[in-house]
């Protein structure tokens, strides 16, 4: 197995796409509604934050794009295939197989080293032990834990561990990375160089990452799109790298709302009297 960009699919067609998706629970006989009527579309290649404050229904949206969860109504769409109709067995060969997870606890087998960690999702897709391991290394060399292999994540440092587990969701090439607050449990700066290595690795591998956050400023650094959903339902949907301010007040000539991202040389202002 290689890692490769897959041929990119037709232009405007979405990756994801949620259709009029709602989800509720039922415990003690009290019905709660964690996703109202979303529908939304994933672009192929971007980096998406989701972000709302606690109990908004973050984790819901992306457990249902993921397959861990299956939506109340409504339709989930990846890749062009519908999740609705799979038995439990499909879905876990599309959680497996499309979708990589990052989580903020990281998740890793405690008694397995960062090698036998990254190495695991490989064996379950009956990948063989000297290919297996071959790949592993390749991939922890790309997160820059060539030499931690062998260290169990006891060993390891939080940083150190989520860079274990971003190799293990890596490890069957998915097209999509979900990550549920992946820094949660980092201070600022290793949270920053996680995000920073998440987004830098999938656009490398021309993957797909839908990322929630707490951190609106993770989200304005890192993402190109953030939607923020309230009470189940998308709240705004913004390209954070937009200034608020350019979309109030209108450059000139040009009609309020357009504004389209700036290059990053555009963010600095040009020193007065330079050429
Ligand atoms: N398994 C569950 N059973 C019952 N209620 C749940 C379950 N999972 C989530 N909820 C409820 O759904 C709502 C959204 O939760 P969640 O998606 O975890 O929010 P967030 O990730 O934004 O904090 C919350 O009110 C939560 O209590
Ligand atoms: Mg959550």
Redesign the pocket.
């Known amino acids: 197995m290689e890692l490769s960009v897959d041929d990119p699919p037709a232009p405007g067609q979405a990756i994801v796409e949620l259709i009029d998706v709602s989800k509720s ?1 039922v ?1 003690d006989l009290v019905r ?1 509604t ?1 996703l109202t009527n979303v529908s939304l579309k994933i672009e192929p290649r971007s980096v998406t934050a989701i972000v ?10 992306l457990n249902i794009l993921g397959g861990l969860d299956r939506p109340s109504s409504g339709e989930v769409v990846v890749d062009g295939r519908a999740l609705r109709k799979r038995s439990s067995d499909e879905l876990a060969a599309y959680r497996r197989e499309t979708i990589g997870f990052i989580f903020q606890a990281f998740n890793l087998i405690p008694h397995f080293s960062a090698l036998e960690n990254v190495a695991l999702p490989l064996a379950l897709a009956g990948v063989g032990p000297w290919k297996r391991k071959q790949r592993a290394r390749e991939l922890l060399a790309r997160v820059g834990l060539e030499s931690r292999g062998s260290h169990r994540p006891a060993q390891l440092s939080g940083g150190e561990r989520q860079r274990v587990a971003i190799a293990r969701a890596l490890a069957n090439d998915p097209k999509v990375l979900l990550a ?1 607050e992946p820094t949660g449990n980092l201070d600022s700066r290793t949270a920053d160089e996680i995000l920073e290595l998440i987004v830098k690795t999938s656009r490398d591998l021309g993957r797909t990452v839908v990322l ?1 956050t707490h951190d609106r400023d993770h989200a304005r650094r890192h993402a190109t799109r953030m939607i923020e ?1 309230s009470d ?1 339902k998308i709240a705004s949907d913004v390209d954070p790298r937009v200034p608020a301010a350019a979309l109030a007040v209108s450059p000139v000539g040009a009609p309020i709302g357009t504004a389209v991202a700036p290059p990053p040389a555009a963010e600095a202002p040009p020193k007065a009297g330079a050429p």
């Open positions: 629970y415990l709660v964690a709302g404050r606690s109990g908004s229904g973050k984790s819901t949206m549920d929630v959903l189940g």
